[in-house]
């Protein structure tokens, strides 16, 4: 598999995503913050983890061929993102027929969206939604190209 992470944070889930894909796949992890690529960077090659590839890249062009990966996901960051709209197109067009988007939210973030606003949007896009995990407080919605 190939998997995109949108706005991985210090790491810690591109590592175990890398993990989880194994030797034969590859995690690409995106971020607009040079400090955040170099993060990940830096804990994979402490930890020893080979298939990860972390770089600068936004949202509304990301850098990859038209159904690029299998799989995409973030973890509380959509609400960050100033035209969410835009980047579902966007990873609407990165992904492959079938492809992955999931979406984790936590209540806790000041930039909390409600499942309901996500689905509306990702639906927008041309996803189907295809599981909800949660509820109020936290939540994974996993939708398909």
Do not use: C
Not at 35 to 57: D, F, I, P, W
Not at 61 to 88: K, Q, T
Not at 106 to 113: I, V
């Amino acid at each position: 598999m190939r998997v995109l992470e949108v706005g991985p944070g210090n790491g810690r889930y591109t590592l175990a995503t890398a993990r989880r894909v194994g030797q034969d796949g590859q995690v690409v992890a995106v971020d607009i913050e040079p400090k955040m690529v170099e993060r990940v960077r830096s804990r994979a090659g402490a930890e020893g983890v080979t298939n990860v590839e972390a770089r600068l890249a936004d949202v509304y062009g990301l850098p990859f061929d038209n159904g690029s990966f299998d799989a995409a996901y973030m973890i509380a960051v959509i609400g960050e993102i100033p035209d969410p709209d835009r980047a579902m197109r966007e990873f609407y067009r990165v992904l492959r027929p079938g492809g992955t988007l999931a979406f984790s939210e936590l209540l806790l973030d000041p930039d909390y969206p409600l499942a309901s606003t996500l689905v509306r949007r990702a639906g927008a896009a041309g996803f189907r939604l295809r599981e909800r995990i949660g509820g109020l407080w936290h939540y994974t919605l996993v939708f398909e190209k």
